[in-house]
């Protein structure tokens, strides 16, 4: 989209003409795993059009952007920048059209959209497996033999079983937490299996 000149209160939108209209901009991302697209639409928009341009780059950047490490930081970055220009479009007032053109159609709301069911689903998703695995290993979880457990030191630490040491001696570590599988320690973290199936996380440096 190209630019039109702005002059004071006098701009107009440069898709119907009407007026009042502000300079927006807005972002569209798009995520390609590795690489990403970016495209940036310029322009000086009644309240009317500027709302139809940012329900369409908004859906599409909510669909398609997240595909990627790098697009997960650059999508926010565009969402941020796509809000700041709604905001500012909801400060203007009812467009008046003299030049009989006609404006851009806003069509749905953005939350009426595909781009925003899916972004919801993803992050309902996050949430969903991050509470569970949180309530997973949350210390109640466990007997209380094996809660007992923590604080322990090691005399040895090796794949199975428990050998309680002095921990003002010499010693190979200090159990610090408890998980439910074996992935469930730190990666710097002995795992040390427990007969009840549970495992017990010690810290070798500890």
Not at 94 to 115: H, Y
Not at 160 to 173: L, Y
Request: hydrophobic share 40%; net charge positive.
């Amino acid at each position: 989209m190209v630019q039109q000149p702005v002059t004071g209160l006098e701009a107009k939108c440069q898709v119907c003409e009407g007026s009042p209209a502000i300079p927006l901009r807005f972002l569209s991302h798009q995520g390609m795993i590795v690489l990403y697209r970016q495209i940036r639409y310029r322009g000086t928009f009644c309240r009317d059009c500027g709302r139809s341009v940012f329900r369409t780059v908004m859906n599409r950047t909510l669909l398609v952007g997240w595909w990627g490490l790098i697009s997960l930081f650059l999508n926010i970055y565009a969402i941020l920048v796509n809000l700041v220009g709604w905001a500012r479009l909801r400060g203007l007032a009812e467009p008046v059209r003299m030049s009989g053109k006609t404006p851009l159609d806003p069509g749905r709301p953005v939350f009426l959209r595909p781009g925003f069911w899916v972004t919801a689903a993803a992050v309902a998703i996050i949430v969903g497996v991050a509470a569970t695995q949180s309530a997973r290993n949350d210390i109640r979880t466990f007997s209380a033999a094996d809660r007992h457990l923590i604080g322990t030191c090691l005399e040895n630490v090796g794949g199975t079983g428990v050998q309680g040491a002095d921990c003002a001696g010499p010693h190979s570590g200090k159990i610090v937490s408890l998980s439910h599988d074996r992935e469930g320690c730190p990666v710097d973290h002995v795992s040390i299996s427990l007969d009840d199936g549970a495992y017990a996380c010690s810290d070798p440096k500890q």
